[in-house]
């Protein structure tokens, strides 16, 4: 499906933006193709914690609040490693005793923050969420998903243009 959308009839080097990935292949698909993208760990940190912040009112523990609060914070902020690795142990400790399976997958989410990178948390958070929510959840992953990347695909457009610009190409 992907190559007949892009009119091609094999597979090459070219990257291809998240955006296209997302609306050909779908969200599952695109979350998946996170993992190759390490550089742009952030974005995917921020839509897992997007995700996370869906089923905030299922966490039962403060502490898997405390988790998906300070994933939050180390977005926009350095959180110093002693602080993230004591909220991370006990954000794990919460999901392991939670009561049911909806606290324990709402504790996983904030879990997985503290205690995954960010493309796979990305992609568990997004299923955890879908999971408790149902399609009209899915469909506003699709449309943040397609914000993030597409807030990322401006700014690497705007900085070729600006490098094109610098070397008079």
């Not at 400790?93 to 990305?122: K, V």
């Not at 958070?125 to 879908?130: C, M, Q, S």
């Not at 149902?134 to 397609?146: C, I, P, T, V, Y």
Request: aromatic fraction near 6%; include cysteine; charged fraction near 25%.
């Amino acid at each position: 499906a992907l190559l007949r959308h892009l009119g091609k009839t094999q597979a090459d080097d070219e990257p291809l933006p998240y955006s296209v990935i997302l609306k050909v292949c779908g969200i599952d698909m695109a979350l998946r193709c996170c993992r190759a993208e390490a550089r742009y760990e952030n974005e995917w940190v921020r839509f897992a914690v997007w995700c996370a912040e869906q089923v905030r009112d299922k966490m039962e523990d403060p502490r898997s609040i405390a988790a998906l609060d300070l994933a939050a914070r180390s977005l926009s902020e350095t959180v110093p490693m002693d602080d993230r690795s004591v909220v991370a142990d006990d954000a794990w400790r919460a999901e392991m005793q939670a009561g049911n399976h909806i606290a324990q997958d709402a504790a996983r989410a904030a879990s997985l923050l503290l205690n995954s990178h960010g493309a796979r948390a990305a992609y568990t958070n997004a299923n955890i969420a879908w999971g408790l929510s149902g399609e009209r959840g899915r469909d506003q992953q699709f449309a943040k998903f397609l914000e993030i990347v597409s807030d990322h695909e401006t700014q690497q457009n705007v900085e070729l243009v600006a490098h094109r610009n610098r070397d008079g190409q």
